[in-house]
């Protein structure tokens, strides 16, 4: 009888790939109204922190808003 | 190599800029991650290593070979963008996961590239006919097919909200004392990024 080629992983296996699909998944800034989760990007900003960017655009919509 | 991650190949040219915002804007707004070989400057990497990396880290890829101008000065047209396409087709027939990576392909108008690269054809070429909106159209359109996911909102809807943003953008960089001429590529990201969020997130 032929051997099958597909390997049954163990469960350490199994915790170790799960593991590393966590720690690879994409980080997420944030969800909008319609669903869709907005990705953090994986580099820091070269001029600001991220704070600094949150603190500007409120000010520029709480300035538009009065 | 990740599933949200999208290679974008296009002119880094000033006249180019706001397509080049439009693509950064639509690709976040979809729920994906854009890469490109501007995101990080080091110098011990060379330029070609950089994007063949970043190809590699990528299932997606826009590609706009729509530049096909004589530069002032040489007199030639600049070759960087049908190498990068080749690249990633290169990369999708030949790379461990050939049928996983996708590309959206576009140019002006939709038979025109069969007069300077007709090796591609049988490719689906989107025409963007150099409009911004078209652009955004396009690309929120083939996101919102790849990812099977109706949450994406329309084309029109993100065209729509990239116009406020550009309108916001100048006034946040003016609250950080900064000239739009000095935004990098992962400043305009994560400024994007957040402006979506804020815009679109709970109250």
């Known amino acids: 009888m032929a051997k099958s080629s597909k390997k049954t992983l163990s469960a350490r296996e199994v915790r170790k790939l799960a593991g590393c699909s966590l720690v690879n998944a994409p980080k997420v800034l944030g969800k909008t109204k319609d669903g869709v989760r907005i990705l ?27 | 190599m990740s599933d949200k991650d999208v290679f974008i190949n296009c002119p880094f040219s000033p006249d180019y800029e706001e397509f080049f915002q439009a693509i950064v804007f639509t690709v976040v707004r979809s729920g994906y991650t854009p890469r490109c070989a501007r995101e990080n400057d080091d110098g011990g990497e060379a330029r070609i ?27 030639l047209p600049r070759f960087n963008m049908p190498l990068e396409l080749g690249l990633f087709l290169g990369a999708r027939n030949f ?3 050939r049928s996983r990576k996708k590309a959206l392909i576009f140019d002006r108008q939709k038979y025109r590239y069969q007069q300077f690269i007709s090796d591609i054809a049988g490719q689906d070429i989107h025409a963007h ?29 993100i065209a729509a909200e990239f116009k406020r943003f550009q309108v916001d953008l100048p006034d946040i960089l003016r609250v950080r004392k900064l000239e739009p001429q000095e935004l990098t590529f992962k400043d305009f990201h994560m400024v994007a990024a957040n402006w979506i969020v804020a815009d679109n997130g709970d109250p």
């Open chain 2, 95 to 97: 790379g461990p996961k």
């Open chain 2, 49 to 75: 290593e950089k994007i063949c990396r970043i190809i590699g880290e990528c299932r997606y890829g826009v590609h706009d070979i729509s530049n096909t101008e004589l530069d002032a000065a040489s007199g």
């Open chain 2, 129 to 157: 006919e150099g409009k911004i909106d078209r652009l955004v159209e396009e690309i929120a359109t083939w996101f919102r097919d790849e990812a099977g996911d109706a949450r994406v909102p329309g084309g029109r809807a």
């Open chain 1, 40 to 66: 953090k990007p994986k580099g820091k900003a070269t001029h600001f922190s991220e704070k600094e960017i949150r603190d500007a655009i409120s000010t520029v919509r709480a300035a538009k808003r009065a």
